[in-house]
């Protein structure tokens, strides 16, 4: 009986200590783990400098992509450029394919070019386009049916796209001011008259460089009369004509901004048949010449002291490309998105290279050759 009773008081004793010992215990997960948990250490930590983490479900970009590339024209030697750094950076970058796809400054083939990039079933296509109307219910379409679409200088109203814009602004009006400038300096009894020949009715030409060259102008000399702007168009051409035009009727203008490289060829032709288009070493003797996109010939006749054109806003055809490919790819990946209320315009810089703004043609030379990709040699004069 004894026995019983001391079994049982030592049974009690263990349960009861059994039961203390759980209860003091720390809780611990329902699933533990085999292996302990390693330290973090301080170089096992996300840097404020590094990149954060791609995003989960963010898209790979797939070798192999088909990408349609418009240009308002390749009769310009700025358009030219950049669709040949557009071939080459996205297959450099991405292993991408790049159909360029002409506009031939016509509405209609660049509406035209963006039926057949459809038709194609090209993945993505980055639109310069004059009446984007006209194919907005397609884009639309497109969009829905997975191709990217980004647009170039002018935008498909009503269209939140991704859109790119050169920065033109800024540089057409310090053109306007310098010449004004200059010409005052040269012909302080002369005054002003000048006008602008390109596209009057072109809402992007309007605000990046007609509007902003006469506010500069005007900045100068709010006495200067301002002729307007003339629609050429048509191109080169058609430019050569209104120039004749203009000057035969108002022999007296002094400053002309031609809107364009590739009406500038027509431009100064013009002057030079009607014996003006002259500087003696840099003074203007009939008028002072500026100019838009700024290839070759420009930049060779604008250091040349004795030619009147004197500044060129340098459009970057390198920078343009890259910018135009990266912006596809990011809306590829979903980085961007494809229609976004709030996007804001993507603006690519570009530059003034003038006679009087820059301090020796080599600096001119050495943008040109980096952003055309060219080799061309510091012309003497």
């Not at 263990?14 to 250490?41: E, M």
């Not at 639309?140 to 920065?167: C, Q, R, S, W």
């Amino acid at each position: 009986m004894f026995m019983k009773k001391f079994v049982s008081i030592v049974l009690c004793i263990i349960f009861l200590l059994s039961f203390l010992s759980a209860c003091g215990q720390p809780q611990t997960s329902a699933v533990a783990s085999d292996t302990p948990a390693a330290s973090v250490k301080p170089s096992d930590s996300p840097k404020a400098s590094e990149p954060a983490p791609e995003a989960p479900g963010k898209k790979e970009i797939s070798q192999g992509l088909k990408i349609g590339y418009g240009v308002s024209t390749l009769n310009n030697g700025f358009h030219q450029a950049h669709a040949t750094w557009a071939e080459k950076y996205a297959k450099e970058k991405y292993g991408a394919d790049v159909q360029i796809f002409d506009g031939n400054s016509d509405a209609n083939v660049m509406a035209q070019n963006f039926d057949q990039a459809v038709a194609q079933g090209l993945d993505m296509v980055s639109l310069h386009i004059w009446q984007g109307e006209s194919i907005k219910a397609a884009a639309l379409e497109a969009v829905d049916n997975g191709m990217v679409i980004t647009t170039y200088f002018d935008k498909i109203p009503g269209f939140a796209n991704p859109h790119i814009m050169p920065g033109e602004a800024e540089i057409s009006e310090q053109m306007g001011k310098i010449a004004a400038e200059q010409w005052k300096k040269a012909h302080p009894d002369k005054p002003i008259v000048f006008v602008q020949i390109g596209w009057p009715e072109h809402e992007g030409v309007t605000v990046g460089r007609t509007d902003p060259f006469v506010k500069g102008v005007l900045s100068v000399d709010p006495t200067a009369k301002n002729l307007g702007c003339m629609d050429a168009s048509k191109g080169a051409d058609a430019a050569f004509k209104v120039t004749q035009d203009l000057i035969q009727a108002n022999p007296d203008i002094n400053i002309i901004y031609s809107e364009a490289a590739d009406l500038t060829v027509g431009v100064l032709p013009a002057l030079q048949q009607l014996g003006r288009g002259k500087m003696d070493n840099g003074v203007p003797l009939t008028e002072i010449l500026c100019s838009v996109d700024c290839p070759e010939n420009e930049l060779i006749s604008i250091f040349d002291p004795n030619s009147s054109l004197k500044m060129s806003m340098g459009l970057p055809p390198k920078e343009t490309a890259m910018v135009r490919i990266d912006t596809m790819m990011k809306i590829y990946t979903g980085e961007l998105k494809q229609i976004d209320e709030n996007a804001e315009t993507i603006y690519v810089p570009n530059k003034l290279i003038g006679y009087w703004s820059q301090k020796d043609v080599k600096e001119a030379v050495d943008w040109y050759n980096e952003q055309f990709g060219a080799s061309l040699a510091v012309p003497t004069y």
